[in-house]
């Protein structure tokens, strides 16, 4: 496994990110702690989850289920650097979601009895809140980290400008401020190029893409589709019929590459400059296996030049769209 720095922080996390949201919904409790002792043993150390995980609302099913893994004992805590989000509503009550400090606060405690942990060591806001002040943002954490209940806090679904703006309020606080963002970034999806992954390198943040094989698509869907493994509906449909030519095109520079498509698409995004690593979210243990065996592959020039003819990027802004 390799390692590398959270952003500007001393933080030492793997490059590949377990994700957890199908912990619950999808794979079992038994599977799922399985998984989890199965990335240790491969050396990831970086876990990521959200309060609202398990889709029933209040409930965080998927931060119980790391909790009751957590309580194992065995270093299972002390190996993990674990990351849980808080934004989404989890009561039908008033304050029950977003930034305030209220909810700050709750959501917080919360997330540590679920996890029954005495601190998450990376609280991330799961979107912006564009109706909460940052100064009151801020000094709710602030409190957190004075308290030892988060040590990094972190961002998810930001424009550039919301990082420029939090980063702004926290240094007039003198707060360390966010040390990550994560968006949806992959071949397909490239859009944060434009403004959010220059304003996080700008900032010192690591990057954390979600969604690194856009549900699937990038994962060999139309060789999966053709041999039976896999059935398209949806928006996934559409796309394929769409853009099956470009999807041709890149699992046949796969096979010629000599590495299996998932693979591919996660070691691209691992040689994006700022990326920490991408989250992924395995069902099963092979594939969480084959996100681990991406951090071995190796792109050289012309591969990654390859891939953007394939999938063409963007410039960072202005010059993405203007001289």
């Not at 790391?66 to 805590?77: L, P, S």
């Not at 397909?188 to 010192?204: H, S």
């Not at 400059?273 to 069902?283: L, N, S, Y």
């Amino acid at each position: 496994m390799d390692y590398t720095h959270l952003g500007r922080t001393g933080l030492s996390v793997s490059r590949a990110v377990l994700g957890t949201m199908n912990f619950g919904p999808q794979t079992t409790e038994d599977d799922s702690h399985a998984i989890m002792d199965r990335a240790h043993e491969l050396g990831v150390n970086f876990f990521d989850t959200a309060n609202v995980y398990g889709w029933a609302k209040g409930e965080g099913i998927t931060e119980q289920i790391i909790g009751r893994w957590f309580a194992k004992g065995g270093g299972r805590r002390e190996k993990t650097v674990i990351a849980t989000k808080l934004y989404g509503d989890m009561s039908d009550w008033p304050n029950g979601g977003k930034l305030s400090a209220l909810n700050i606060r709750r959501a917080l405690d919360e997330s540590l009895t679920r996890l029954q942990t005495d601190h998450v060591d990376l609280y991330q806001f799961h979107h912006v809140d564009r109706e909460t002040p940052w100064d009151e943002i801020w000094q709710a954490m602030e409190v957190a980290v004075q308290q030892g209940k988060v040590l990094y806090t972190g961002s998810s679904n930001f424009a550039g400008w919301h990082i420029a703006q939090a980063q702004e309020a926290a240094r007039s606080r003198h707060f360390t401020g966010l040390v990550s963002e994560q968006s949806i970034y992959n071949l397909i999806v490239r859009d944060v190029e434009r403004e959010t992954l220059p304003a996080a390198r700008a900032y010192g943040l690591g990057m954390i893409p979600w969604s690194p094989l856009h549900g699937g698509l990038l994962g060999g869907v139309i060789e999966k589709t053709e041999e039976g493994s896999r059935r398209l509906e949806g928006r996934s449909a559409e796309y394929v019929a769409e853009h099956r030519e470009q999807l041709e095109q890149y699992e046949a520079f796969a096979r010629e590459h000599g590495t299996a498509p998932g693979e591919l698409a996660l070691a691209w995004l691992l040689h994006q400059p700022g990326v920490t690593g991408p989250i992924t979210g395995p069902r099963t243990m092979q594939q969480l296996e084959s996100a681990v065996a991406a951090v071995d592959v190796r792109l050289d020039e012309a591969a990654l030049a390859r891939l953007d003819e394939i999938f063409p990027g963007h410039d960072t802004s202005p010059e993405d769209y203007a001289w």
